[in-house]
DNA sequence: CCAAGGCCTGAATG
DNA sequence: ACATTCAGGCCTT
């Protein structure tokens, strides 16, 4: 008997999608944008500012996603195994100076640059006693100087930052205009960015831009289709131009369906578990 | 359209 | 202890 309500937050956090969460002894902390959030372990959240969000999709039909994505051995395994992991919608903003950073990065190193980004940048506030930073608004970054944000640790990355902060800042980017456009079109306005390819950008896509086809393609998950779908996956070289992550992203929606960026969620989770990755 | 090299940092390995 | 290698995605050539 499956509870498809029951959402696994350790699971959840440590999945690769979110990076500013930090574990408390009975509950997580994180940043989300201009809000901070504070969630116990069945789930309850309490957040600093009374906006209305829904974090968790839990409106998302769970029940049907996960019989949809369940299309093979390996996916059911994952699905299986850490079925309380969910995919977050997260402030888009955070969601997408994150990736620009975690190109060519690690999970440590993108949450070391991040929270010191925050410092350097974001406002700091007071919420249940503690301290905290928020995430900055794109008018900050873009008005940084590149060597400010160098110093954050971002490396080459730094350009990046700037010059697509100033591209939310001035609109040329505009996140509720993304979320209305379909998959494909929302894609090709984003991949404008700078910093931003094929990988990057159905990250951004997916977990905080309601395109559940996303499927980023990062070397991992590569990996995953390269050792359990040989057959429904052919890939040929090391590797993946443009053109055949295209390819490769039309057979992977075939196969999983239009929730396929949920599939991707599990066999990430499952993978790096499997190699004891570690996580935040 | 594709291939190869450079970018930056920290961890892992010698 | 130190030096080298490697992991990671995008951009330019």
Same mark, same amino acid.
């Given at each position: 008997m499956v509870d498809y309500c029951?959402?696994?937050l350790e699971n959840t956090i440590n999945s690769g999608q979110v990076f500013l969460w930090k574990k408390?002894?009975?509950?997580?902390?994180?940043?989300d944008g201009q809000?901070?959030?504070?969630?116990?372990?069945?789930?309850? #959240? +309490? $957040?600093?500012?009374? &906006?209305?969000?829904?974090?968790?999709?839990?409106?998302?039909?769970?029940?049907?996603?996960?019989?949809?994505?369940s299309k093979d051995k390996t996916t059911q395994q994952a699905v299986q195994k850490y079925q309380g992991l969910r995919l977050l919608r997260q402030d888009p903003f955070?969601?997408?100076?994150?990736? #620009? +950073? $975690?190109?060519?990065? &690690?999970?440590q190193k993108i949450k070391t640059c991040l929270e010191n980004i925050c410092e350097s940048f974001g406002k700091k506030v007071v919420f249940d006693g503690n301290e905290f930073f928020l995430f900055p608004e794109s008018k900050t970054l873009a008005s940084a100087s590149n060597q400010e944000i160098r110093n954050c640790g971002v490396g080459y990355r730094a350009d990046f930052v700037i010059k697509a902060s100033e591209m939310v800042y001035?609109?040329?980017?505009?996140?509720?205009c993304l979320k209305n456009c379909k998959y494909a079109e929302a894609k090709d306005l984003i991949c404008q960015v700078p910093g931003i390819g094929d990988k990057v950008a159905d990250c951004i896509l997916l977990f905080s831009?309601?395109?559940?086809?996303?499927?980023?393609?990062?070397r991992w998950m590569i990996r995953i289709l390269?050792?359990?779908?040989?057959?429904?996956?052919?890939?040929?070289?090391?590797?993946?131009?443009?053109?055949?992550?295209?390819?490769?992203?039309?057979?992977?929606?075939?196969?999983?369906?239009?929730?396929a960026g949920y599939?991707?969620?599990?066999?990430?989770?499952?993978?790096?578990?499997?190699?004891?990755?570690?996580?935040l």
């Open positions: 029951k959402i696994d408390y002894p009975n509950f997580w902390y994180g940043i809000n901070i959030l504070r969630i116990t372990d069945s789930g309850k #959240i +309490i $957040s600093y500012s009374k &906006n209305k969000i829904d974090y968790f999709r839990e409106k998302d039909d769970l029940e049907k996603i996960l019989k949809a994505i955070q969601c997408f100076i994150s990736f #620009i +950073i $975690s190109s060519n990065s &690690n999970i001035s609109k040329k980017i505009d996140f509720e831009l309601d395109k559940l086809e996303a499927f980023p393609l990062d390269e050792k359990y779908y040989p057959q429904t996956f052919k890939i040929s070289t090391k590797t993946i131009t443009h053109r055949q992550y295209e390819l490769l992203h039309e057979k992977i929606v075939n196969h999983f369906g239009s929730f599939a991707q969620q599990f066999l990430f989770k499952m993978e790096r578990e499997n190699y004891k990755k570690k996580w």
